[in-house]
């Protein structure tokens, strides 16, 4: 087979899971909106864990991750009041090394691009991109700005690069996931990842994020991350 053919082979499939994944979406809508009205929530003392519960969400995002050759990952189901816990808790449920470890990923809009830039098909100028920080860490979006100035050369001016937190709604749109739910696995658009230098450099080298739903987290080996995301490793955050 030709690099081509290959090449044409992974994006079928890559869209294949992405229509997957929109439609396992909606099964699990149309599954809750038939729920009894007076259906007693799970009690958020007691959190679920994988053999208690495994979503369609979870099925799809891990097999994603498997055919994409990352092996080294688990999800976890946590309680519904987890945004409440400290960090430490956070840390403690997980098995997380440390609090260092929990990281969250955020949908960024280039407010400024050029009025050409309306989507995600140029990696290295994009009007959107997801970045992947730390909790206990301040992200810095100036130093991507810069990141993203040198990487095309200078040849785009600095004003043209104003990263911004963008809107739920967009960001539903963008990755399919809600707000604490965000993953860079299964998006519904390939926005380009930014990855957090810091997070490279944690020992050991196996990090916390969104899985797909509120309730869902995924841990993942950070070297099988990036082999499979191939994200921009960038220093963009201070403590």
């Known amino acids: 087979m030709s690099d081509f053919s290959k090449a044409l082979l992974l994006a079928a499939l890559a869209e294949l899971e992405r229509v997957q994944l929109q439609i396992l979406r909606r099964i699990s809508k149309l599954e809750l909106s038939h729920l009894p009205q007076n259906a007693e929530p799970i009690p ?25 050759g990352v092996n ?28 260092h470890h929990l990281c969250k990923s955020i949908v960024l809009v280039n407010t400024q691009a050029p009025s050409n830039v309306i989507d995600c098909s140029d990696r290295n100028n994009s009007k959107y991109y997801v970045v992947v920080v730390q909790y206990t860490a301040r992200f810095n979006a100036e130093t991507v700005k810069n990141f993203l100035y040198t990487l095309n050369n200078g040849k785009i001016s600095k004003k043209k690069f104003n990263l911004r937190l963008a809107p739920e709604e967009t960001s539903i749109k963008l990755t399919g996931y809600e707000h604490n739910a965000v993953t860079c696995i299964g998006m519904q658009t390939d926005i380009p990842v930014i990855l957090d230098e810091a997070i490279v450099k944690l020992v050991p080298d ?20 990036i082999n499979f995301v191939k994200p921009f490793i960038v220093s963009c955050s201070g403590t």
């Open 44 to 68: 958020s003392s007691s959190p679920l864990t994988n053999s208690d519960a495994s979503s369609d969400v979870e099925a799809c995002l891990s097999n994603i991750l498997r055919s994409n």
């Open 72 to 99: 080294d990952f688990i999800f976890k189901r946590v309680a519904s009041d987890y945004y409440d816990w400290p960090l430490e808790s956070r840390r403690d449920v997980l098995g997380a090394a440390s609090v």
């Open 206 to 225: 196996f990090f916390w994020l969104g899985g797909g739903e509120v309730d869902l987290k995924l841990g993942i080996r950070t070297s099988e991350f």
